[in-house]
Nanobody, 124 residues
Framework: QVQLVESGGGLVQAGGSLRLSCLVS????????MGWFRQAPGKEREFVAV????????GYADSVKGRSTISRDNAKNTVFLQMNSLKPEDTAVYYC?????????????????WGQGTQVTVSS
């Protein structure tokens, strides 16, 4: 059974930075496409970023492009999301997710396993 545990969330002022981590246990991490999604209060879950098996391909939502970087360490079964220049509208619960396939996807429905989420709050 694949388990995902996020960490690194917190309260930060606008303009600040956070680095989220997601530790994955079970299965073969190096063969999972990994993604980050977020859900703000009263809103639907939305895609944030995705990274391929080897880390050579990435994708970002327009809302975070240029401010965020997704990366992974396959030796440590961990995926990261570095977020800079944070804005109040980035406030949400952030989830990491694993897709048991080689092809990338921006759709949450195409991901197979999810973490419990970590809260990110950006104050103005």
């Amino acid at each position: 059974q694949v388990q995902l545990v996020e960490s690194g969330g917190g309260l930060v002022q606008a303009g600040g930075s956070l680095r989220l981590s997601c530790l994955v246990s079970g299965g073969t991490f190096s063969r999972y496409v990994m993604g980050w999604f977020r859900q703000a209060p009263g809103k639907e879950r939305e895609f944030v970023a995705v990274i391929s098996w080897g880390g050579g391909s990435t994708g970002y939502a327009d809302s975070v492009k240029g401010r965020s970087t997704i990366s992974r360490d396959n030796a440590k079964n961990t995926v990261f999301l570095q977020m800079n220049s944070l804005k109040p509208e980035d406030t949400a619960v952030y989830y990491c997710a694993a897709r048991f396939a080689i092809t990338m996807s921006y759709e949450g429905a195409n991901f197979n396993s999810w973490g419990q989420g970590t809260q990110v709050t950006v104050s103005s």
